[in-house]
């Protein structure tokens, strides 16, 4: 036969076994239904609201604001009039200022008359008794008489004068003991009046003080007691948002359900061991039966040994240790296409075994391909 020049193309086809297609389909159906049936997203509360306690609290502290501003305005203006408190100035009265005649006893000029009459009458009954004697002595109208006479009434008037200035001068005394004592008595008052402002004006203070602290004390309490309710009502709205969060979680739960179910069933068709389809183009020479045959035979005997391990069709790529036996890096990774569940595969890459161990490794279909009987790849494991 003559030589002949051109490519082959060889398609060799992985049958699926009827189980597979079977599960795959019911899968499919499994997952129409489920896009179907799916639950909407959660549609209730998410938050939970503020309760009647909080709500409460918090309109009755709002309502309280400048509750107390008038005790503090009114015991405010209090202590200001007590810092502005100018007490009574006690000054001593000098006699000088004082008027002793309006202290004199309106009864002096009577007691003195009364003094004198009686005086004068004394006076005169001197004179009776001196005239009896000299009518008696046979002098009456004598010299002596009269010089006796005489002497009498110069010792009465004497006396006369004695008793008024003696008279006068305890009347000026009693005046001046009398305006002393009122004087005395009006510098006490002063003093006791002085006194009392201080009192007063101490106690002025003291309850401005104490009705600014009463006042303190009353929205101290208040506060105390609105944030009490704010504590019992956070407490409650912290159950309300649990049970919240405990619904959504449950209904999600369900919603999940049976995506959780189709999800087992792909990633148990995932792990189902099956080849794929590969085809190679190679260059024909010589004679076409044999080059066919020979190519043929070549891949009956090649493609059931190989497996695809090219890094290009690999992903989530980590670098684990080293194979003990051949020195090859050895990596976790997932297939590109799986599903993140599915969960990581151990092995070599086919491009540091071609490096190595180039005799291990075939190019189909545009891809490395390693022999599955080689070292680190017994059981399937890149």
Do not use: C, H
């Not at 005394?173 to 009046?193: C, K, Y």
Request: charged share 15%; glycine share 12%; aromatic share 6%.
């Amino acid at each position: 036969m003559g030589k002949s020049s051109g490519n082959q193309t060889v398609t060799n086809r992985t049958e699926l076994p009827r189980w597979i297609e079977d599960f795959a389909k019911s899968g499919l159906e499994q997952a129409d239904q489920v896009a179907g049936d799916l639950t909407p997203p959660y549609q209730g509360n998410l938050v939970a609201g503020m309760n009647d306690m909080q709500t409460g609290a918090i309109n009755a502290i709002g309502g309280n604001m400048g509750a107390t501003q008038g005790a503090y305005n009114t015991a405010m203006g209090g202590a200001a009039n007590v810092a502005a408190y100018n007490p009574n100035q006690v000054q001593g009265q000098s006699f000088l200022d004082r008027n002793v005649s309006q202290y004199m006893s309106p009864y002096t000029d009577a007691v003195k008359a009364s003094a004198m009459q009686t005086l004068n009458d004394q006076r005169l009954q001197s004179l009776n008794m001196a005239g009896d004697r000299a009518i008696s002595a046979g002098a009456f109208g004598g010299s002596r008489q009269g010089v006796m006479e005489g002497t009498l009434n110069a010792e009465a008037a004497k006396a006369a004068g004695q008793l008024s200035a003696q008279l006068d001068d305890q009347a000026y005394r009693q005046a001046m003991g009398a305006m002393e004592s009122d004087m005395g008595r009006a510098q006490q008052a002063s003093l006791a009046n002085q006194s009392a402002g201080l009192q007063g004006a101490g106690l002025n203070l003291q309850g401005a003080a104490t009705l600014g602290d009463l006042a303190s004390q009353g929205q101290q309490s208040f506060l105390q007691g609105a944030e009490a309710a704010l504590r019992a009502g956070g407490m409650n709205q912290m159950q309300e948002q649990a049970q919240l969060d405990a619904d959504r979680a449950r209904y999600d739960a369900m919603r999940n359900y049976p995506l959780e179910q189709l999800n087992i069933r792909l990633a148990a068709l995932g792990m189902t061991p099956y080849g794929s389809t590969s085809t190679q183009v190679t260059p024909t020479t010589g004679s076409p039966f044999l080059t066919g045959l020979g190519t043929a035979a070549t891949l009956a005997s090649f493609l059931p040994m190989f497996g695809s391990s090219d890094r290009s069709m690999k992903t989530d790529i980590k670098k684990i240790g080293k194979d003990k036996e051949t020195g090859l890096d050895m990596y976790s990774y997932r297939y590109k296409g799986d599903p993140k569940t599915y969960p990581k595969v151990v092995g070599p890459m086919a491009q540091d075994i071609q490096k190595k161990y180039p005799d291990q490794v075939k190019e189909i279909g545009g891809k490395l391909a390693v022999n599955l009987g080689f070292g680190p790849m017994n059981g399937g494991r890149a």
